[in-house]
């Protein structure tokens, strides 16, 4: 586990640690919240979590991602067989990275847990997760306070 929540670690110091992820056989939790690492740091991110094998958890709330970097990710979960929780909460995400994240749900078979909490996804956002959860069973953790919702049930 590396927990480098609420450093200043933006850009630069995500593609150190996505360089990093590539070859590394052990850590299996990376957590860099709270650092504003933007779409492009996730774009390293996401290209690491396609070669990366034993990453289950990576923790990327509030950290300026927009609908790109939600693109970056969702484009990685296509490949990615390892990672079973993603935290996306209070972030920048709108209906069109709701979207793309939807549409890796309905392949990836690993993710267990996708924290969206305090985006800004909408009606039409929802709509695209609920779909995709009819072909897996993704879990959307609404807040840290209130037990697991599974929108599954909610269709």
């Known amino acids: 586990m590396l927990n480098l929540e609420m450093n200043n670690i933006r850009e630069p110091g995500a593609q150190h640690l996505a360089n990093a992820l590539q070859h590394n056989k052990t850590l299996t939790m990376l957590n860099l919240e709270g650092n504003l690492i933007e779409d492009l740091g996730v774009q390293h991110l996401a290209d690491a979590l396609r070669r990366n094998t034993t990453l289950t958890t990576l923790e990327l709330g509030f950290v ?45 078979t690993t993710l267990a847990t996708l924290d969206l909490w305090k985006n800004q996804i909408g009606d039409s956002g929802a709509r695209d997760l609920a779909d995709a959860l009819q072909h897996n069973t993704v879990i959307l953790i609404p807040s840290s306070s209130i037990p697991c919702l599974c929108l599954q049930f909610l269709i």
């Open 64 to 108: 300026g991602i927009t609908n790109l970097g939600a693109r970056h990710l969702a484009d990685a979960l296509l490949q990615n067989t390892t990672l079973t929780t993603l935290e996306l909460g209070r972030n920048y995400i709108e209906n069109d990275g709701a979207r793309d994240l939807a549409n890796a749900l309905r392949q990836n």
